[in-house]
């Protein structure tokens, strides 16, 4: 057996240019153990002294998460695992279940300081291999923290593109509608007669109301102003007198516009320039309609392109601190709203703070997208954020008023992949990276919590 063993160790790349007496050495310090479907090869909790070398068969890696398990990876055979030499791993955070029956082959890490002194390749070996599994995590940890924020941030603009999209498609299929409209009531505007006086005369009235834009009147005053003009139409001769006269209301026109423009023109053209009128208002308020909702479409990528920062090179730069702030919660406008949160800001004028941008817009996205899902049960739904100077220091605090975060876990929640969420509402991560880029920024980040208030404090060095 011994010979199979040494067979499949000179198989794992790993060991490609360790000497054979060197894995004799794993083989005669270590044990040989079989794990069948289910078996666990560690667990949550159990101190990592051992080193595991997966001969064949596959484990699953779990973790745990509010009494669910959340699949993670696997480890396949001829990998290594468990504790290695100058690895800082004391317990294992989640659990290695056998899905097949694997067979492992297993040294403790009180071989280590032996193996460290006198096998040389080996311990190199076993130093790669960690600092590669290293690379690989923290490869899946930014990927994972890549696909949060884009997940967020999808859904808001998602959300906040949809109406004012509807809007311009909406408002560019009424014009089109409108303006199939115009052939046969130009035939009967082109047989106006009249002078330069009278034209005068109405369009000062027409594109004076038009220079002023739509009014937003009371809707009582409004339903008062419709009524009395849609029965001066009618009693004109005008059709639809009451879909006219709303255009009118928006515009501001009055009764005595109407008189007057009745006045300076021939009876028998009163009706073709009433219905030009209508017209010319219709087209100037379906144009405003799409350039408002157009502008609010520029307005959201501008914001995106602020908060990715996606037109700037990679380096720290001087940055007001707010403007993240403020395009962070543009980008999750749609979840504020969504969940009733009313935010007050309580921003001091601070000067420019040097920061990789991108990078704090994902500190502010989490901690913001985190806050607003504590307050999902509360009563009270208050979000505060206030920033201010202290010395050579910028404080951002960010307080929410939900159900808060109890003793026994606030010293856990930066750790990686812990979370109070639950399996699909969160990966663990978010924190832990919140803590990383405040870190690269030589900053600190803490938390103070009770019920109905929790405030996290960023502290961020000025220069």
């Not at 809007?167 to 009531?185: M, N, Y």
């Not at 879909?243 to 009118?248: C, S, T, W």
């Amino acid at each position: 057996m011994e010979t199979d063993v040494l067979d499949q160790l000179r198989t794992i790349e790993d060991f490609k240019d360790v000497p054979q007496e060197q894995l004799q050495w794993v083989i005669d310090n270590g044990s040989y153990d079989v794990y069948r479907v289910g078996d666990h090869l560690f667990a949550k909790g159990d101190v990592m002294d051992k080193m595991f070398i997966i001969l064949t068969g596959r484990f699953q890696i779990k973790i745990a998460q509010n009494d669910q398990f959340r699949n993670i990876g696997n480890f396949d055979a001829k990998s290594i695992t468990g504790t290695l030499p100058y690895s800082r791993a004391v317990v294992a955070s989640g659990y290695a279940e056998a899905t097949r029956e694997s067979h492992v082959l297993i040294l403790h890490k009180d071989h280590f300081k032996t193996m460290i002194h006198n096998h040389e390749e080996l311990t190199t070996a076993l130093v790669h291999n960690m600092s590669s599994r290293i690379r690989s995590f923290t490869k899946l940890q930014q990927q994972n923290d890549k696909m949060m924020a884009l997940g967020k941030l999808s859904a808001g603009l998602a959300h906040e593109l949809n109406n004012p999209s509807a809007a311009v498609v909406r408002s560019a299929q009424s014009l089109k509608k409108h303006l199939s409209f115009l052939p046969e009531d130009f035939k009967k505007v082109i047989k106006i007669q009249s002078t330069d006086e009278q034209v005068d005369c109405v369009n000062n009235i027409l594109f004076g109301r038009v220079e002023q834009g739509v009014q937003n009147l009371p809707l009582m005053q409004k339903t008062e102003c419709e009524d009395a003009i849609a029965s001066w139409l009618e009693e004109r001769g005008v059709e639809d007198g009451y879909e006219l006269a709303e255009n009118f209301v928006d515009f501001a026109f009055s009764e005595e516009d109407f008189e007057t423009i009745e006045g300076c023109v021939r009876k028998e053209d009163l009706l073709p320039v009433i219905n030009w009128l209508n017209q010319v208002l219709t087209t100037e308020k379906l144009v405003n309609e799409i350039e408002d909702a157009s502008q609010r479409i520029n307005d959201l990528v501008l914001s995106v392109k602020s908060y990715t920062h996606m037109d700037q090179a990679p380096e720290k730069q001087p940055v007001d601190i707010h403007k993240g702030i403020h395009n962070t919660l543009t980008m999750l406008k749609h979840k504020v709203g969504k969940g009733g949160v009313e935010v007050e800001t309580t921003l001091s004028e601070l000067p420019a703070v040097s920061l990789f941008v991108s990078e704090m817009n994902q500190v502010w996205t989490n901690l913001i997208d985190n806050a607003i899902d504590a307050m999902e049960d509360s009563n009270i739904k208050k979000l505060n954020i206030e920033t201010l100077q202290d010395g050579d220091f910028v404080n951002v605090n960010i307080t929410d008023s939900g159900k808060g975060i109890t003793e026994d876990i606030q010293d856990k929640i930066f750790d990686p992949f812990f979370t109070t969420k639950p399996v699909g509402k969160g990966t663990g991560l978010g924190l832990d990276v919140v803590q990383q880029i405040i870190s690269q920024h030589n900053g600190a980040i803490k938390v103070n919590s009770k019920p109905g208030k929790t405030t996290f404090n960023i502290c961020l060095p000025i220069k």
